[in-house]
């Protein structure tokens, strides 16, 4: 059970850190800025820490396949100054998910926009960035 | 009789307190800044927070890395290895941006300090204006006391600060820092004998300017700087951050980092 676990949380990690979000912001992007991908799904994780909010959600596609994406936006500290908070997202709620995804490929998003079912918009973005 | 004389000396006495009141020491002077009434001319105090080549918005993508000073005159030392330390810190390899001392949880560094995408609260008591930031809860004191820089320091990380007031304006002066830290966050290096003069002023009611130059000549030929806007945020507090969350999560994966996944 302990190994699996340590597995699944290392699987997570390199899917994380694969598209190397963390090192966004110290040099070119790892994520593809020239295009939006927009997904809907529903929330699996939401990690509202620093150094990164991170955003887990299973999206099923039009063939009935799930599979998990990983969104992450900026600190919580920054987040929260606009409208975020530790329970504005929940395990199981449908969402839609807009970002860069990652350059090589993974199941990996730079979030630029959140909308929840009620069609409520969170923006992970501030003007005094 | 005796009244007769007393009165002269009375005067005498008189003459001396009001003569010794218009010629107070210095300090005294400066005391009385450090204590301005609040949201006066001499009140730098509140929440500030950095605003970007004049607030447009920008995506998280467009983090500020440097002070958009790209022509920076540096030396051909400075040259050598800003040619190194630019492309690891500003590149695509986790390996090499994790060299840049900040990942290892070691203090910024001033002006790098004022990079950081978080708020910093100004605090004015006598004799000290505190910095307190939120980027990893450092606290910089500018002394306004009248002291000299301290001659018996060792070499700092964020230096030794020495502020002075100028009508409005706060100059503060910092020296005595080590060499370990970088002016920004692309890796333009600096000596210890790096020197760092800041103009703070209030400009209104909601605003403060950091008008900053950097002088170093081993490092670059001439002083060069910019001004820094921030933007006074009441309702905001100084939250929580903490750099080994970031230093903790990227040195335990790093391994994990090099060999990125295709699914």
């Given amino acids: ?129 | 009789m005796r009244e007769r004389r007393l009165i002269p000396a009375m005067i005498v006495l008189a003459i001396c307190f009001g003569a010794s009141a218009s010629f107070a020491p210095a300090t005294a002077q400066q005391e009385t800044a450090a204590r301005p009434a609040a949201g006066g001319a001499q009140d730098l105090s509140g929440l500030w927070s950095r605003l970007r080549d004049g607030a447009t918005a920008r995506g998280y993508e467009n983090y500020v890395l440097d002070f958009g000073k790209s022509d920076s005159p540096m030396t051909p030392w400075a040259a050598a290895i800003y040619k190194v330390t630019g492309p690891k810190f500003h590149g695509d390899d986790p390996n090499t941006v994790l060299s840049d001392p900040v990942f290892s949880c070691y203090p910024p560094g001033v002006p790098r300090i004022y990079l950081y995408n978080f708020p910093v609260q100004i605090v004015q008591i006598p004799g000290q204006v505190i910095m307190l930031f939120e980027y990893d809860h450092y606290i910089r004191r500018i002394y306004t006391d009248g002291r000299p820089h301290d001659p018996q320091l060792g070499p700092l990380w964020m230096g030794d600060s020495i502020g002075k007031w100028e009508g409005d304006t706060l100059v503060v002066d910092t020296t005595n820092f080590n060499d370990k830290t970088y002016i920004d966050r692309v890796g333009r290096p600096h000596t210890s004998a790096l020197h760092v003069i800041e103009r703070l002023r209030r400009i209104d009611a909601n605003s403060l300017e950091d008008d900053f130059t950097v002088e170093d000549p081993k490092a670059y030929t001439k002083p060069w700087g910019t001004k820094l806007i921030f933007e006074s945020k009441p309702t905001w507090n100084v939250l929580e951050q903490v750099c080994e969350d970031n230093a903790g999560f990227l040195g335990f994966n790093k391994q994990a980092t090099q060999a990125p996944k295709k699914k």
């Fill in chain 1, 1 to 129: 059970m302990k190994l699996r676990l340590s597995v699944s949380f290392a699987i997570m990690v390199v899917l994380l850190l694969s598209s190397g979000s963390l090192f966004a912001h110290h040099g070119a992007s790892p994520y593809d800025t020239s295009k939006l991908t927009t997904l809907k799904g529903t929330v699996t994780d939401f990690q509202f820490i620093n150094p990164h909010v991170v955003l887990s959600v299973d999206v099923t596609d039009d063939k009935g396949k799930t599979e998990n994406w990983v969104g992450e936006a900026n600190s919580p500290n920054v987040l929260s100054r606009h409208g975020w908070d530790k329970d504005v997202i929940k395990k199981g709620d449908q969402i839609t998910v807009i970002g860069n995804r990652g350059k090589n490929g993974s199941k990996t998003l730079r979030l630029q926009k959140v909308v929840l079912s009620n069609g409520r918009e969170l923006d992970p973005n501030s003007l005094s960035d």
